[in-house]
């Protein structure tokens, strides 16, 4: 079946860089809108940042000018390169896969896939 593993979340403190790794199996990645999601205790799942099969993206305006998306195609895996992480920016980070060739239907939509990866925690510290 399908499997989105996720890895790369840590401790860091803020100002640090992480990055995040979503390793995808029975699916090819470069066809599909790909996706970052992250879930902070108490709040809601919000998106983070997206890529189409062109490799147009898109970013959470939290997130913007900080956070970059890619994919490698040939390892048929996802990336999320974190820098200048703030306390804000400490969430349970899963990825996710819709087969669609471009992410105009925005988080919203992408959203109710049903391809998630479990997710890696990321921590931001003072």
């Known amino acids: 079946q399908v499997q989105l593993v996720e890895s790369g979340g840590g401790s860091v403190q803020a100002g640090g860089s992480l990055r995040l790794s979503c390793a995808v199996s029975?699916?090819?990645?470069?066809?599909?809108?790909m996706g970052w999601f992250r879930q902070a205790p108490g709040k809601e799942r919000e998106g983070v940042a997206t890529m189409d099969s062109s490799g147009v993206t898109s970013y959470a305006e939290a997130v913007k000018g900080r956070f970059t998306i890619s994919q490698d195609n040939a390892k048929n895996t996802l990336y999320l390169q974190m820098n200048s992480l703030k306390l804000e920016d400490t969430a349970m980070y899963s990825c996710?896969?819709?087969?669609?060739?471009?992410?105009?239907?925005?988080?919203?939509?992408?959203?109710?896939?049903?391809?998630w990866g479990q997710g890696t925690q990321v921590t931001v510290s003072s």
């Open positions: 996710a896969a819709q087969p669609w060739v471009n992410c105009n239907g925005g988080f919203g939509t992408l959203a109710r896939t049903t391809y």
């Open positions: 029975r699916l090819t990645i470069s066809t599909y809108c």
